[in-house]
């Protein structure tokens, strides 16, 4: 069974930083990628930021040039450094990952981030 378990959320103050993982518990290869989405209270899910199996990299441009995504082959890990926090970014951050084979999607359970302005 394929588990994405996410970790490193917390309480911050605004202006600060935090590293969110995501470690799967098979080869981060067999996605070809993965990405973090997050869910505001009353808002829809939205993508933050997503990296391919090849190091490509996209991000979300209310977070462009505050949070980097990065990925650990070795570790099977995923990484969402997220620095300068706003309070708007205050949401459950969700790991994804995409399976190269048939596409399917799969969900971590989901980590709470919240800035205090």
């Known amino acids: 069974q394929v588990q994405l378990v996410e970790s490193g959320g917390g309480l911050v103050q605004a202006g600060g930083s935090l590293r969110l993982s995501c470690a799967a518990s098979i080869s981060i290869f067999s996605f070809d990628a993965m990405g973090w989405y997050r869910q505001a209270p009353g808002k829809q899910r939205e993508l933050v930021a997503a990296i391919t199996s090849a190091g490509s990299t996209n991000y979300a441009d209310s977070v462009k040039g505050r949070f980097t995504i990065s990925r650990d082959n070795a570790k099977n890990t995923v990484y969402l450094q997220m620095n300068s926090l706003k309070p708007e970014d205050t949401a459950v951050y969700y790991c994804?990952?995409?399976?190269?084979?048939?596409?399917?999607?799969?969900w971590g359970q989901g980590t709470q981030v919240t800035v205090s302005s």
């Open positions: 994804n990952g995409r399976e190269a084979v048939w596409g399917r999607p799969y």
